[in-house]
């Protein structure tokens, strides 16, 4: 790793993988909860790897990581809705970063597709499968928005590896 202007230089390798990541979080994200209905029940997964793709046709994006164990129920899943959580959802973030099912936790119904649709959310994007892509550890997954739903307020974020909110007029 080099220094020049004030910032660190480095070629990303299998022995720079702290580096890399530290480079990463300096894009600041909002945080997302997606979910979904499987045999088994309802699974949820907390993602910031989420993005608009395209406008026509509708089609958002968010990646999941193939090691994680709910990867597959996503992976094999024709519905999914993805929620971007308030700035006062830190417990719902939380809830489903330790679970997949941490719905006993959280308001929610279910929608006419079976998906479970949680209450709250700044926005919601009820999706059908479109796409899925390779992204190396990470599977790119897109989905076609069927139904979306926004309120106003301000967003859950995440920057630097720790979660805030957005300071208005800063």
């Known amino acids: 790793m080099t220094m020049q202007d004030g910032m660190s230089h ?3 390798g299998p022995d720079m993988g702290r580096e890399l ?10 945080v ?7 045999d088994a029940g309802p699974v949820g997964i907390t993602a910031n790897s989420f993005s608009s793709v395209s406008l ?12 994680s164990r709910r990867y597959p129920a996503f992976r094999e899943a024709e519905h999914m809705a993805i929620h971007v959580l308030a700035e006062n959802q830190m417990d719902l973030c939380r ?13 929610w119904r279910e929608s006419e597709r079976g998906v479970p649709l949680l209450q ?8 059908e499968r479109y796409a899925e892509y390779d992204g190396g550890d990470h599977a790119i997954l897109v989905g076609r928005v069927l139904k ?8 859950l974020l995440f920057y630097g590896g720790q979660f805030g909110q957005f300071a208005v007029g800063a």
């Open 148 to 155: 979306a739903s926004v309120r106003q307020g301000l967003p």
């Open 21 to 30: 990541r530290s480079a990463l979080s300096r894009f600041g994200t909002g």
């Open 120 to 127: 709250g959310c700044l926005a919601r994007f009820e999706c």
């Open 10 to 12: 480095f070629s990303p």
């Open 95 to 107: 809830a489903f970063s330790a679970s997949a099912h941490a719905f006993d936790q959280v308001d």
């Open 56 to 67: 026509d046709p509708p089609l958002v994006l968010w990646s999941a990581s193939r090691a």
């Open 32 to 38: 997302t909860i997606v979910t979904t209905s499987t």
